[in-house]
């Protein structure tokens, strides 16, 4: 932000024509280097208007208004020219503005856009009020223009040209001689102060000590990976190892005890299994006595106690028993608690699996019903309260390894054992989707349930603001739904959530809020499923508009119809058909703005259209009218059948064929002429084309170069 900042500042300010910025951090600092910069900003001329020359001048001479004017401007009164405007007469006076110096500009402004650098929270340190904030007390500033000081302050800190080396290996004050030197100079005092060249010497440093076991590997782990980079200066890895004995519990919670807890990286042998070692990245270059490992592995070993005290003391109950003690446990004060939750989220599952078996999709009997049963219980658990990672992971593990306890087969309980494992898949858009159909269902219904309910409230996303977790909570079931292939409605699967509140705290601001809430909820999944096809899928965006204007509400039915849409887009005639689409529209809204009011029924059957058509054929003054005619008459079923059969490419190519005809009535043909029964033929025809082939999408939304 910082970089994107400076760079805004240097082009508005006219210092370079084109931002050229490099930006270094570390924990300790943040640089940002722009280059080719101007010693002062160009000199320009401007015109400056004044006041109408009514009020300029009276009678011929110049009023106090004038000259007030010609001051500002810096000239005589009689040097003020007139101008013609839209808006009438005025004075005005063209002035040469000559430019600051660069250094004089920086030092103005560069601490002002330090202070509008966003944080979710900042601090104030200095006693008494003052404006300036940041993340952390700022201990230094460097502010160079070639080799000189810019003359800047932030916050009681005045720059100057000295900087600070490494916490530990150099712990001397270094002077930059110039914003070239910047790298190698903080190079000299032991600090890599370019992120890349950092993870690429951590990379390297964890491949080298995992070579000292034969045939293992450092497990890639890119979030663990961005943080190390960022917590060091100056890295280098370290090789420790822990008891084998511990390989016996999960190695869910092996890894997250390592990476969450410690931020150690796993090591895995040949076979990808977890080998009894960890690799720790240190700000520092070295461990010549070990002493830092041995205490890395003393610190492990203690976690790795502890989680297995918690793992031995949980299995004292089993999960049954704890879906009792969900009663005391908060899901949100206003929806009461997560045994609440859970009814509610089980029956919605039920009804989600309906609909999917209805639809002809295998579901395993009872999994759903029994993992969305079990799927919280796991907030009971000494584990998760521990390590609050695992939730739901420890449901899954427990789930597993209870199979006797909760009497049902070995390969029943890994199902619902996956199901419950999953729940929270995905967490993001990179993450996967639940392994199994039953996942997918336990997953859809948590999130539906938590989404209903918070709307409900009206604790609705807004800006950078979603405490609850909505946003990936609806990118969640989208991704879900496209990705499984799951025949669900977005709007069927809502109006279910809405449901399962009877009854509920919830209830009463859902009967007084319903038209806020269908069109909150509708908005909101319409920008999930929006944001998926374009970010997720990469669409076009006019694409994504085009299909959403169709239908926002049938996942993988968008997905095809944008792929559809995608694979026509470039060709000529669907250019000219989109733009010819746009071209209807425009004319339909014209006649609906004057109150012209075709009178065709568009849910009537096909025949019935078709028997309209006919006789508007026939009374045709034009023949491309009769030629449009003919080929909506001809297309229009064919296009029916298409998107009946799901096959959207062969519809589109259908309404791309309507080309000719439609050109060659655009070209011939006037709509909106007096003529009363010809104008409201043609807009019936209009119409018909419109509503017919918006089926797949509103391509009057495509982008095209005559836009």
Same mark, same amino acid.
């Given at each position: 932000?910082?970089?994107?900042?400076?760079?805004?500042?240097?082009?508005?300010?006219?210092?370079?024509?084109?931002?050229?910025?490099?930006?270094?951090?570390?924990?300790?600092?943040?640089?940002?280097?722009?280059?080719?910069?101007?010693?002062?900003?160009?000199?320009?001329?401007?015109?400056?208007?004044?006041?109408?020359?009514?009020?300029?001048?009276?009678?011929?001479?110049?009023?106090?208004?004038?000259?007030?004017?010609?001051?500002?401007?810096?000239?005589?009164?009689?040097?003020?020219? *007139?101008?013609?405007?839209?808006?009438?007469?005025?004075?005005?006076?063209?002035?040469?503005?000559?430019?600051?110096?660069?250094?004089?500009?920086?030092?103005?402004?560069?601490?002002?856009?330090?202070?509008?650098?966003?944080?979710?929270?900042?601090?104030?340190?200095?006693?008494?009020?003052?404006?300036?904030?940041?993340?952390?007390?700022?201990?230094?500033?460097?502010?160079?223009?070639?080799?000189?000081?810019?003359?800047?302050?932030?916050?009681?800190?005045?720059?100057?040209?000295?900087?600070?080396?490494?916490?530990?290996?150099?712990?001397?004050?270094?002077?930059?001689?110039?914003?070239?030197?910047?790298?190698?100079?903080?190079?000299?005092?032991?600090?890599?102060?370019?992120?890349?060249?950092?993870?690429?010497?951590?990379?390297?440093?964890?491949?080298?000590?995992?070579?000292?076991?034969?045939?293992?590997?450092?497990?890639?782990?890119?979030?663990?990976?961005?943080?190390?980079?960022?917590?060091?200066?100056?890295?280098?890895?370290?090789?420790?190892?822990?008891?084998?004995?511990?390989?016996?519990?999960?190695?869910?919670?092996?890894?997250?005890?390592?990476?969450?807890?410690?931020?150690?990286?796993?090591?895995?042998?040949?076979?990808?299994?977890?080998?009894?070692?960890?690799?720790?990245?240190?700000?520092?270059?070295?461990?010549?006595?070990?002493?830092?490992?041995?205490?890395?592995?003393?610190?492990?070993?203690?976690?790795?106690?502890?989680?297995?005290?918690?793992?031995?003391?949980?299995?004292?109950?089993?999960?049954?028993?704890?879906?009792?003690?969900?009663?005391?446990?908060?899901?949100?004060?206003?929806?009461?608690?997560?045994?609440?939750?859970?009814?509610?989220?089980?029956?919605?599952?039920?009804?989600?699996?309906?609909?999917?078996?209805?639809?002809?999709?295998?579901?395993?009997?009872?999994?759903?019903?029994?993992?969305?049963?079990?799927?919280?219980?796991?907030?009971?658990?000494?584990?998760?309260?521990?390590?609050?990672?695992?939730?739901?992971?420890?449901?899954?593990?427990?789930?597993?390894?209870?199979?006797?306890?909760?009497?049902?087969?070995?390969?029943?309980?890994?199902?619902?054992?996956?199901?419950?494992?999953?729940?929270?898949?995905?967490?993001?858009?990179?993450?996967?989707?639940?392994?199994?159909?039953?996942?997918?269902?336990?997953?859809?219904?948590?999130?539906?349930?938590?989404?209903?309910?918070?709307?409900?409230?009206?604790?609705?996303?807004?800006?950078?603001?979603?405490?609850?977790?909505?946003?990936?909570?609806?990118?969640?079931?989208?991704?879900?739904?496209?990705?499984?292939?799951?025949?669900?409605?977005?709007?069927?699967?809502?109006?279910?959530?809405?449901?399962?509140?009877?009854?509920?705290?919830?209830?009463?601001?859902?009967?007084?809020?319903?038209?806020?809430?269908? *069109?909150?909820?509708?908005?909101?999944?319409?920008?999930?499923?929006?944001?998926?096809?374009?970010?997720?899928?990469?669409?076009?965006?006019?694409?994504?508009?085009?299909?959403?204007?169709?239908?926002?509400?049938?996942?993988?039915?968008?997905?095809?119809?944008?792929?559809?849409?995608?694979?026509?887009?470039?060709?000529?005639?669907?250019?000219?058909?989109?733009?010819?689409?746009?071209?209807?529209?425009?004319?339909?809204?014209?006649?609906?703005?004057? *109150?012209?009011?075709?009178?065709?029924?568009?849910?009537?059957?096909?025949?019935?259209?078709?028997?309209?058509?006919?006789?508007?054929?026939?009374?045709?003054?034009?023949?491309?009218?009769?030629?449009?005619?003919?080929?909506?008459?001809?297309?229009?079923?064919?296009?029916?059948?298409?998107?009946?059969?799901?096959?959207?490419?062969?519809?589109?190519?259908?309404?791309?064929?309507?080309?000719?005809?439609?050109?060659?009535?655009?070209? *011939?043909?006037?709509?909106?002429?007096?003529?009363?029964?010809?104008?409201?033929?043609?807009?019936?025809?209009?119409?018909?084309?419109?509503?017919?082939?918006?089926?797949?999408?509103?391509?009057?939304?495509?982008?095209?170069?005559?836009?």
């Amino acid at each position: 932000e910082l970089a994107k900042r400076v760079g805004d500042l240097v082009q508005r300010e006219r210092l370079a024509e084109a931002a050229n910025v490099e930006w270094y951090s570390t924990p300790r600092r943040l640089a940002v280097v722009a280059k080719s910069l101007r010693a002062s900003q160009p000199d320009v001329q401007e015109q400056l208007t004044g006041p109408s020359t009514k009020v300029a001048f009276k009678d011929g001479e110049p009023t106090p208004a004038a000259h007030a004017f010609a001051k500002k401007a810096g000239m005589d009164v009689g040097a003020i020219e *007139k101008i013609t405007t839209p808006k009438g007469e005025y004075i005005a006076a063209t002035v040469s503005k000559k430019g600051r110096p660069a250094a004089e500009i920086l030092g103005e402004l560069l601490p002002k856009e330090i202070n509008g650098i966003y944080w979710p929270k900042s601090m104030y340190w200095r006693p008494g009020k003052t404006s300036e904030r940041f993340v952390r007390p700022v201990r230094w500033m460097v502010a160079l223009l070639d080799g000189k000081v810019v003359p800047l302050e932030f916050d009681g800190i005045t720059a100057g040209n000295t900087s600070r080396g490494h916490r530990i290996l150099s712990q001397r004050e270094v002077t930059l001689s110039s914003p070239s030197g910047y790298r190698e100079t903080l190079a000299s005092v032991a600090v890599v102060v370019d992120r890349a060249e950092r993870e690429h010497k951590i990379r390297k440093a964890l491949d080298a000590a995992t070579r000292r076991i034969p045939g293992a590997r450092w497990r890639e782990d890119k979030d663990l990976l961005d943080t190390v980079v960022n917590l060091t200066e100056s890295p280098a890895a370290i090789l420790g190892s822990f008891d084998p004995e511990f390989l016996s519990l999960p190695e869910e919670v092996l890894v997250t005890v390592m990476r969450d807890h410690q931020k150690y990286f796993a090591v895995e042998d040949a076979n990808g299994k977890l080998a009894p070692h960890f690799l720790a990245v240190l700000n520092t270059t070295s461990d010549p006595d070990g002493l830092i490992r041995h205490g890395n592995e003393r610190v492990l070993r203690a976690r790795f106690n502890d989680a297995r005290f918690f793992w031995n003391t949980d299995q004292k109950f089993d999960l049954r028993q704890r879906f009792e003690w969900l009663k005391s446990v908060t899901f949100q004060k206003d929806l009461g608690s997560y045994y609440e939750k859970t009814i509610r989220s089980q029956k919605l599952a039920s009804l989600i699996t309906q609909t999917v078996l209805d639809a002809g999709v295998t579901v395993r009997p009872g999994v759903v019903h029994k993992a969305m049963c079990l799927a919280k219980t796991d907030l009971t658990t000494e584990l998760v309260k521990e390590f609050t990672e695992l939730q739901g992971v420890v449901g899954g593990l427990y789930t597993k390894a209870q199979a006797e306890r909760l009497e049902v087969a070995q390969e029943t309980a890994n199902a619902i054992g996956n199901a419950v494992y999953d729940q929270y898949k995905p967490v993001s858009m990179e993450d996967g989707v639940p392994r199994s159909v039953e996942g997918a269902i336990v997953a859809i219904a948590d999130k539906a349930d938590t989404i209903a309910g918070m709307f409900a409230l009206g604790l609705i996303p807004s800006g950078s603001k979603d405490p609850f977790a909505l946003r990936r909570a609806a990118n969640g079931i989208v991704k879900i739904i496209a990705e499984c292939r799951l025949p669900l409605s977005l709007r069927a699967v809502f109006e279910d959530a809405r449901t399962e509140y009877q009854g509920s705290e919830a209830e009463l601001r859902f009967t007084a809020a319903e038209a806020d809430y269908k *069109k909150s909820i509708t908005d909101f999944l319409r920008e999930r499923l929006d944001f998926y096809l374009r970010e997720a899928k990469g669409f076009q965006y006019d694409v994504v508009n085009a299909v959403l204007a169709s239908d926002a509400d049938d996942v993988v039915d968008a997905i095809a119809r944008a792929e559809a849409v995608t694979t026509v887009r470039g060709s000529e005639d669907f250019i000219a058909v989109s733009a010819a689409f746009r071209r209807m529209k425009n004319i339909l809204k014209q006649a609906e703005e004057k *109150k012209i009011h075709p009178v065709l029924n568009l849910r009537e059957d096909a025949s019935s259209v078709k028997l309209r058509m006919g006789e508007y054929e026939k009374r045709a003054e034009h023949p491309e009218e009769a030629a449009l005619v003919r080929a909506y008459v001809d297309v229009a079923p064919k296009f029916q059948a298409s998107v009946q059969s799901k096959n959207y490419k062969e519809a589109v190519s259908l309404v791309a064929a309507l080309r000719k005809p439609v050109d060659a009535f655009f070209d *011939k043909v006037m709509v909106m002429v007096d003529d009363e029964q010809k104008r409201t033929a043609r807009l019936l025809l209009l119409l018909a084309i419109v509503s017919q082939f918006d089926a797949i999408a509103d391509f009057s939304e495509i982008v095209t170069e005559k836009n």
